[in-house]
């Protein structure tokens, strides 16, 4: 359950979390008109540190943008005020979640008279896939459902409506004991998880669908593209069919919330060794090397929160 903070950052202002509170005509209520981000702060040695701040604003843009929203706010001016809700919140390691809606005014489907709604909120936020899945990989399936197809609802937007498609994915997984589900794509190709990216390693190399496989660019999995580049192991962008998940070395998920977890079986198949193998092992190392702060931040993904003072 949420363990509510104190504030959150609605149109440019801090209001109590308790007042955070919507119409039920709200646009976005029926029709699912929102676009968001999911953001970690993380606790590192030299304090509390956000990660890839500008790039969670930025997508959060283009996902707005997709949708012919306009929001009032800059990357900068979005970026700075998650840091003022941080420090004002006192928080140390927590989740942020940037919020923009169509809110409150017309009824219909057209959408264009409907105020954009604005929020930033923050909460303490563990391991979503759970401690031990980091190390020991996590039980999957492929899942029934498909990812949208290209050109109904666009992928590259993190918008609301996407996360039912995301829900469906979900619930199935657990309903047959599976911890999340792999959806493919219209084609039949491996897309993504319902909250994550995947990567498939086979024979050394890292294999991961391209952007237009229907997945979210996510910025996890950017990072790991960059880690992957850095140490020296070859990784492309590519189509990966259903069957690469059963005969691969290792496959791992990516993202905001799974950061880099294992996969040790697909379907009941174990993958590889059945364990976390060791390319997921050496990009979690360097992973979590930046975010808590023991290796060097080479590519400037963290942001440090101001500290408040009085
Ligand atoms: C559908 C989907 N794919 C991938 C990701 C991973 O993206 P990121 O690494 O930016 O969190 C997420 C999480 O936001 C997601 O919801």
Redesign the pocket.
Known sequence: MLTPTEKIWHNGHFIRWEDAKTHVLSHVVSYGSSVFE?VRCYETAQGPAVFRLREHMRRLLDSAKVYRMELAYSVEELSAAVLELLRVNKMGACYVRPLAFRGYGEVGVNPTKNPMEVYLACWEWGKYLGEEALAEGVDVCVSSWNRMAPNTLPALS?AGA?YMN?QLIKMEALANGYSEGIALDVNGYVS??????IFVVRDGKIHTPPLGAS??P????DAILTLAQEIGIPVVETIVPREMLYIADEVFF????AEITPIRSVDRITVGAGRRGPIAERLQKEFFGVIEGKREDTFGWLTPVPVLVG
Do not use: D, M, P, Y
């Open positions: 999911g993190k996407n995301s993504e998880g319902s909250g994550e990216n997945v979210l996510g910025i996890t999995r990516s993202g905001t919330a």
